[in-house]
């Protein structure tokens, strides 16, 4: 029978405590995929390449961008890339994500005794996205243009888990690319309709 040393049974307890340890300490990490609109119809224009601008502003009051696994605005960027098709021209389009944020506000919640036993709505998320689509022709002078934006809103509880929190702004951030492209496609539809090929 194999005896271990003091100084042997100190190292197996401590790496087994270690094992624990990273066991109890360690999360899953969600992945959360990009939206797509591959599902839907492409949207067919007249028109050379599609060149893409990012021009939203990154530093906005309360963002909290850097803070999520997944980004409002890359997420946008995108789009045109399973909407919109081309069928040749000398014209081009231009593609703008002009706003993409996700703010949040403290909202008041109960404090005391009874806030020990209330589970408030703490915070208020913001979310907001803009586009902005140009027709241009071969000396790059604008034949027409279409913008839209989407916004929305959703209160979280005090009592959610980071996790839960996170699921809940890119359930509503989905949503809201949704609404923007339906606003896209509305537009277009009727200020662009003419250089579409149906």
């Not at 002009?98 to 408030?120: H, P, Q, R, V």
Request: net charge negative; with cysteine; hydrophobic share 45%.
């Amino acid at each position: 029978m194999k005896v271990l040393s003091i100084n042997g049974m100190r190292a197996s307890i401590a790496g087994v405590m270690v094992a624990l340890l990273a066991a109890c300490t360690s999360t899953p990490v969600a992945n959360y995929p990009d939206v797509t609109w591959r599902h839907l119809q492409p949207i067919v224009f007249a028109a050379g390449p599609v060149e893409k601008v990012a021009a939203w502003d990154s530093k906005v009051n309360g963002s909290m961008a850097s803070s999520l696994p997944f980004s409002l605005g890359k997420m946008a960027m995108n789009w045109p890339d399973d909407r919109i098709q081309t069928a040749g021209t000398s014209d081009m389009l231009r593609y703008s994500v002009t706003e993409a944020s996700i703010t949040s506000n403290a909202l008041k919640t109960t404090k005391g005794i009874k806030g020990a036993f209330t589970d408030d709505q703490s915070e208020n998320i913001e979310l907001k996205v803009a586009a902005k689509l140009e027709l241009l022709d071969a000396n790059g002078v604008q034949k027409g243009e279409v913008q839209a934006m989407a916004a929305r809103s959703h209160t979280l509880s005090e009592s959610m888990s980071v996790a839960e929190r996170e699921k809940a702004i890119y359930d509503e951030t989905a949503t809201l690319l949704m609404d923007l492209d339906r606003e896209l496609e509305r537009q277009i539809n009727s200020n662009l309709g003419r250089f579409l090929v149906r």
